[in-house]
């Protein structure tokens, strides 16, 4: 199994920036591939930001340009970037972690932290 610890989400002001960190921790050696995603209240959750093992990134459309992915090997953490943050980024943010064992998928997901754009 698969941990996952995330800080790093609050309230900022259109224009701003922060960055949220999860820490993974367990069979980590399970993990292709990290992720962020969002839940704003009343919408579907949805896919923010990736990066796999071998280093490659997707984003949202909506955050391009804006938000970078990034990862440390040596703490097992993953970092989501996010500057010019617009009160539209406000929701739920999600670490997210994929991992496959004899063939199938199963992800893991932290607890959420919140973050808050104000226009």
């Known amino acids: 199994q698969v941990q996952l610890v995330e800080s790093g989400g609050g309230l900022v002001q259109a224009g701003g920036s922060l960055r949220l960190s999860c820490a993974a921790s367990g069979s980590i050696f399970s993990i292709n591939a990290m992720g962020w995603y969002r839940q704003a209240p009343g919408k579907q959750r949805e896919l923010v930001a990736r990066?796999?093992?071998?280093?490659?990134?997707n984003y949202a459309d909506s955050v391009k340009g804006r938000f970078t992915i990034s990862r440390d090997n040596a703490k097992n953490t993953v970092y989501l970037q996010m500057n010019s943050l617009k009160p539209e980024d406000t929701a739920v943010y999600y670490c997210?972690?994929?991992?496959?064992?004899?063939?199938?998928?199963?992800?893991?997901w932290g607890q959420g932290t919140q973050v808050t754009v104000s226009s």
């Open positions: 990066i796999t093992s071998g280093g490659s990134t």
């Open positions: 997210n972690a994929e991992t496959v064992r004899v063939g199938v998928r199963e992800d893991y």
